[in-house]
């Protein structure tokens, strides 16, 4: 309800830019058939952001972004199409983030430093602020997993950590630390990826999930 609000909405310099944006956003975009899929033996489809950025996740409005971010809008995909294997593959880091305001339950300002953590890419800048650490929060993160996987089916699941590399191959939470395989077992998924660095070459895929240190 702020003034400086309402003077943006009725800005027409601002109006006249975001228009022409979109109109050149229109123009480098490239858009294929859905069907395209279906000539490769191998698709990908790469998920936009967190999970608990998804706009039906009310818990953490209004800081949503307006879209599915998890397997919704594939699925919606996919049903149209001929039937194929599929592998779902979550992706986390061993510790949570966040850039921008909004909810953050294990948010921990020390983190960062005692682990050096950092990225390279999320910077701070005067929309979203500071890039944000945090614990791994397994309640919240095996919470997600069962909103999103209900459009899973049966899809295989599997599951991907990583920054291993920054936090000695472990999981970092609140109250201790778990190995990677401990969530992949409680998410009773059947594959596990460990990231240990930028690379392909750093990453450990079809790990064994047998293992449960708890």
């Known amino acids: 309800n702020s003034p400086e609000f309402f003077e943006l909405l009725e800005n027409e310099n601002i109006t006249i830019n975001y228009i022409s944006d979109l109109e050149y956003m229109k123009n480098i975009c490239i858009t294929a058939d859905e069907s395209i899929t279906e000539n490769y033996d ?5 998920g936009a ?4 950025l998804d706009r039906d996740r009310e818990d953490y409005f209004p800081n949503l972004t307006p879209t599915n971010t998890g397997m919704k809008n594939v699925r919606s995909i996919l049903n ?8 779902i593959c ?5 510790y949570f983030t966040r850039h921008g305001a909004g909810r953050f339950d294990t948010e921990c300002k020390e983190i960062r430093n005692k682990y050096n953590l950092y990225d390279k890419t999320n910077v701070t800048n005067e929309f979203q ?8 929060d397994l309640p919240e993160f095996m919470h997600s997993l069962k909103i999103d996987r209900k459009y899973a089916l049966k899809d295989k699941i599997s599951i991907a950590v990583t920054h291993l590399d920054m936090t000695d191959g472990m999981i970092i939470c609140p109250t201790g ?20 660095g930028e690379t392909a070459e750093n990453i450990i895929e079809n790990v064994p999930v047998f293992t449960r240190s708890m």
């Open 42 to 46: 191998t698709a990908v489809f790469e």
């Open 49 to 52: 952001q967190g999970l608990m």
């Open 80 to 87: 149209r199409l001929e039937k194929r294997d599929t592998e």
């Open 90 to 94: 979550y992706v986390t880091r061993s």
């Open 129 to 136: 602020g500071n890039f944000r650490y945090g614990w791994f």
């Open 177 to 196: 630390k778990l190995m990677p395989e401990d969530i992949a077992y409680m998410a009773g998924t059947a594959k596990l990826y460990k990231s240990f």
